[in-house]
């Protein structure tokens, strides 16, 4: 993305706050005007006073009066400058993530199944953080400092022709001398903040699999990856910082030589001409170049932080840019629903290079119960993720009750599905609130005899608060099984008209495994229900046993039919009851 743009869409951000930056640009002027005042009248007081016995009394306290009301006004545009300039950036920071936030509801899951966590909590908190503080500073000293560099120099050309000149002409040296360091210091923040958002992302995949570090004792192994990219981190980071921080004591050597310059010739126009300039002038033309040049030195500074800003901005433009899911039609099919679900010469593959399932046809009655098993990776949970929308078809349509599922809205969609999968879906809060998750409105003694249900009432009384009893971020401190009934729960209070059953016992000990069977049995009663399972004990009741391998069906009957082709099911199911 070219600095242009990436400028024109920070303007754009800044844009609905004009209102703001027109008082910005308001008290920048009157700060301003204060600084320039003040020695102003300071060297009015100065000449008034010059010569033995020749003190003219009324200029100066006019002038020591004029400079404590400027100094007044000075302090209180400061103050609120101040407070306009945080409004502003925290305003467009407020902006910028509710555009993530949004745009994270809107991209498809393929894209959360390419892109680490870390790296996209990375762009969400610290690049926004970074960009508000580079737009902070951008406001307070950039764009004040620019006001009070165009006044001092205003002023000094009123003041005097031939010192202003000179001043005008040595400041480019200033600005060339920033702009060399700053061009070649930009990569440098470009490769801190991907190694940022490349450590994050690390940190982030370790503590989640700290359980899993311990039991395969990896933590030397950890310790060690974790040395290496942070090493890298550093080295950016040193490499910016280091680049950077030449900028400011560059420009203030030029800017110590403005000044000594000024001096110089106010002291030679003194010399060949007393009257040509009054000491009163030359301390004002003295002030005026360190306050000239202090806008430099400040902005130098700022260039650093800027950078860092635009690198950081650019990955969360970069995310902002990402594909969204197709959008839902308008208007999209919403048909009555019974539970008939139909594929036709269906294909699809992650990648176009490695096709998974090709010209899968299927079609499944309301309230049949199939089962789908098959040796790992064949496409059984592929197949879910399809039925559910969560990728699109490449080839081929499905179809839920009559209705091709992408002319479907996908909240409808997916509300028609209950899901139990092996891997468990919870969030931080109440048992209650997470039992009542697919069912906000449920009341409590609707959530308890989901519980019981699912057999997991008892162990919820036994825990301190019972179904308000607070549960961590992905339910860490409970125990696998007990995720899973909570899940399994949550299932049985929705009760949707089709439900998907992914290994949803795989954490269960097997007395309470049999128990939920015959809970599952009740629920999936009336219910379309596809059954994935690598147990095929959990299967025989179906009425439709799909066998997959390498995204085909290859064989598809009941539990007896299967056994007496003695086909690729029947080899399965001996493989896992055969006699030791």
């Known amino acids: 993305m070219k600095k242009r743009t990436t400028f024109r869409r920070i303007l754009s951000l800044i844009r609905p706050h004009a209102p703001l930056v027109v008082f910005s640009i308001l008290f920048a002027l009157l700060s301003a005007a204060a600084q320039l005042l003040i020695p102003?009248?300071?060297?009015?007081?100065?000449?008034?006073?010059?010569?033995?016995?020749?003190?003219?009394?009324?200029?100066?306290?006019?002038?020591?009066?004029?400079?404590?009301?400027?100094?007044?006004?000075?302090?209180?545009?400061?103050?609120?400058?101040?407070?306009?300039?945080?409004?502003?950036?925290?305003?467009?920071?407020?902006?910028?993530?509710?555009?993530?936030?949004?745009?994270?509801?809107?991209?498809?899951?393929?894209?959360?199944?390419?892109?680490?966590?870390?790296?996209?909590?990375?762009?969400?908190?610290?690049?926004?953080?970074?960009?508000?503080?580079g737009l902070?500073?951008?406001?307070?000293?950039?764009?004040?400092?620019?006001?009070?560099?165009?006044?001092?120099?205003?002023?000094?050309?009123?003041?005097?022709?031939?010192?202003?000149?000179?001043?005008?002409?040595?400041?480019?040296?200033?600005?060339?001398?920033?702009?060399?360091?700053?061009?070649?210091?930009?990569?440098?923040?470009?490769?801190?903040?991907?190694?940022?958002?490349?450590?994050?992302?690390?940190?982030?995949?370790?503590?989640?699999?700290?359980?899993?570090?311990?039991?395969?004792?990896?933590?030397?192994?950890?310790l060690a990856a974790f040395d290496d990219v942070n090493g890298r981190y550093a080295a950016a980071s040193m490499k910016a910082t280091f680049f950077s921080s030449l900028v400011n004591p560059s420009t203030r050597l030029v800017n110590n030589v403005v000044y000594a310059v000024v001096a110089l010739i106010c002291a030679l126009l003194a010399l060949a001409d007393g009257d040509a300039v009054s000491v009163g002038v030359i301390s004002v033309f003295l002030s005026y170049a360190s306050q000239y040049a202090k806008p430099f030195n400040e902005i130098s500074g700022v260039v650093t932080e800027l950078q860092n800003a635009i690198s950081c901005v650019r990955r969360v433009f970069a995310l902002l840019d990402e594909e969204e899911e197709i959008p839902d039609p308008d208007p999209a099919l919403s048909p009555a629903a019974f539970g008939e679900v139909e594929l036709t010469n269906v294909a699809f593959s992650y990648a176009p290079e490695r096709p998974l399932i090709k010209d899968l046809s299927l079609r499944v009655k309301a309230g049949q119960r199939i089962a789908i098993v098959g040796?790992?990776?064949?496409?059984?949970?592929?197949?879910?993720?399809?039925?559910?929308?969560?990728?699109?078809?490449?080839?081929?349509?499905?179809?839920?009750?009559?209705?091709?599922?992408?002319?479907?809205?996908?909240?409808?969609?997916?509300?028609?599905?209950?899901?139990?999968?092996?891997?468990?879906?919870?969030?931080?809060?109440?048992?209650?609130?997470?039992?009542?998750?697919?069912?906000?409105?449920?009341?409590?003694?609707?959530?308890?005899?989901?519980?019981?249900?699912?057999?997991?009432?008892?162990?919820?009384?036994?825990?301190a608060g019972g179904y308000d009893a607070r549960i961590s971020e992905g339910g860490t401190n409970l125990s696998a099984g007990q995720r899973q009934l909570l899940c399994i729960a949550r299932a049985m209070l929705a009760l949707p008209p089709m439900l998907i059953l992914d290994e949803a016992t795989s954490s269960i000990d097997t007395r309470t495994e049999a128990k939920i069977q015959d809970a599952f049995a009740v629920m999936m009663k009336g219910r379309t229900s596809f059954v994935v399972a690598h147990r095929l004990s959990t299967v025989r009741e179906a009425d439709v046993i799909l066998v997959m391998k390498d995204g085909n069906v290859i064989e598809q009957g009941s539990h007896d039919e299967l056994l007496r082709k003695g086909g690729f099911y029947a080899a399965l199911y001996a493989s896992q009851f055969a006699p030791s």
């Open 40 to 133: 102003f009248y300071a060297g009015n007081a100065i000449d008034a006073m010059l010569g033995v016995g020749a003190v003219s009394f009324p200029p100066v306290w006019r002038a020591i009066l004029y400079i404590g009301v400027i100094a007044l006004i000075g302090a209180l545009s400061q103050q609120l400058l101040a407070l306009v300039n945080n409004r502003i950036t925290y305003s467009v920071t407020r902006d910028v993530r509710l555009l993530v936030s949004e745009k994270l509801h809107r991209l498809p899951i393929s894209y959360f199944d390419t892109h680490k966590t870390g790296d996209l909590v990375s762009r969400t908190v610290a690049d926004v953080d970074t960009f508000a503080d």
């Open 136 to 222: 902070l500073l951008g406001f307070t000293q950039l764009f004040s400092g620019v006001v009070t560099i165009l006044a001092t120099v205003g002023v000094m050309l009123y003041l005097h022709l031939t010192i202003a000149l000179a001043v005008i002409v040595l400041t480019p040296l200033s600005i060339l001398v920033a702009r060399f360091i700053a061009t070649r210091v930009h990569r440098f923040f470009t490769e801190q903040a991907a190694l940022r958002g490349e450590e994050t992302a690390f940190v982030n995949e370790m503590v989640e699999g700290a359980r899993v570090i311990k039991e395969f004792g990896y933590e030397d192994e950890s």
């Open 375 to 463: 040796p790992t990776g064949c496409g059984k949970t592929t197949l879910i993720n399809l039925l559910m929308r969560f990728y699109d078809v490449r080839e081929g349509e499905i179809t839920v009750d009559g209705a091709d599922i992408r002319q479907m809205a996908r909240h409808d969609l997916r509300a028609r599905y209950g899901m139990v999968l092996q891997d468990t879906w919870l969030k931080e809060g109440s048992v209650r609130e997470n039992i009542a998750y697919g069912k906000p409105d449920a009341t409590d003694e609707e959530v308890v005899a989901a519980a019981k249900a699912a057999h997991a009432h008892s162990f919820i009384r036994r825990l």
